[in-house]
């Protein structure tokens, strides 16, 4: 569905975006995080067509964002970070002006007017100017901007920033509503929304991506020390110090505290291959011992995003 190839954006001498390579598939809810000044803002404009890129490539559905401009924009709804309202308008009379803008005829407008009110959760307030509106309602209206036009995809820009929790959630549950059919490429500093909402999710910093994939493999493959956390009976700590401790990629065993019930916890502390804990298993199934517990301790998201994006 979208497909960037080294796409690249400068500011005078400062490098706002390095060389992207980006490939988002139809159907998936892709979330772009970084720190502040990172580049998904821009990003996010170039690939809207806002902002025109110093170099690289950008093709939406087949298309060139270079060649088919207009094209590109039509199947594309976007959502700033400050939602661009006419605050000196009803929110009805709003979406009906909208609608004439995306080129929909009266029956259609109409029928399309009364979808988003459902989804967006509007009825209540049709009748009221936007400018009297909570920052929540009108993130609501401004989504109900963006998807007037039944876009395939949906970039949104922070559309949480400054919400309530339950204003959040509620978001949340549109975008999740909305992104079952579309494409959806949203920008957060929320980690826990990102991991709730998003598929995927993209890491970038000082304008280049520094991880990508699901939420569980960015847990799973950041390639530092994991910890496995294991419960065997009918064991002593020196002979599984001895044979566990001896694998490829455990760093050494330790003995957790053992409650009156002839249990055996251990917590190995590993960096090695990923296929470890069938080895584990395999190791242990050789001996008498009994497994009542395995698990894997998985790295937070917050603890990923400050790993990969701070400073050194």
Known sequence: M???????????????????????????????????????????????????????????????LDEDVLAVKRLVGYL???????????????LDYIAQVRGLDRRHKIGRIHELVDLCGLSGIMHKNIGELSKGLRQRVGLAHAMMGDPEILVLDEPTSGLDPN????????????????????STHILSEAEAACDRIVIID??????????????????????????????DFDAANQTLGALDGVSRVERMDTPDSGELRLKLFAGGPDRLRERIYACVKQTDWI??????????????????????
């Not at 700033?80 to 709003?94: F, G, Q, R």
């Not at 517990?293 to 400073?311: G, H, N």
Request: aromatic content about 6%.
């Open 167 to 186: 204003q959040i959630v509620e978001i949340r549950d549109i975008i999740r509503a909305f992104g079952k059919e579309k494409t959806i490429i949203l």
């Open 80 to 94: 700033p970070e400050s939602a661009p309202l006419y605050h000196n308008i009803l929110v009805y009379d709003y």
């Open 2 to 64: 979208i497909h960037v190839e080294k796409l690249t954006k400068f500011y005078g001498s400062f490098c706002a975006v390095d060389q992207i390579d980006l490939d988002i598939p139809k159907g998936e809810i892709t979330g772009l995080l970084g720190p502040n000044g990172a580049g998904k803002t821009t990003s996010l404009r170039m690939l809207t067509g806002y902002l025109v890129p110093t170099s690289g490539a950008i093709r939406i559905k087949g298309l060139s």
């Open 291 to 312: 497994m009542v517990e395995f698990t894997q301790e998985a790295k937070s998201l917050e603890k990923i995003f400050r790993d990969l994006t701070r400073e050194a």
């Open 206 to 235: 000082k304008g280049r991506i520094v991880a990508d994939g699901s939420t569980e493999s960015l847990k799973q493959g950041t390639g530092e020390e994991r910890t496995i956390h294991l419960t065997l009976l009918n064991a």
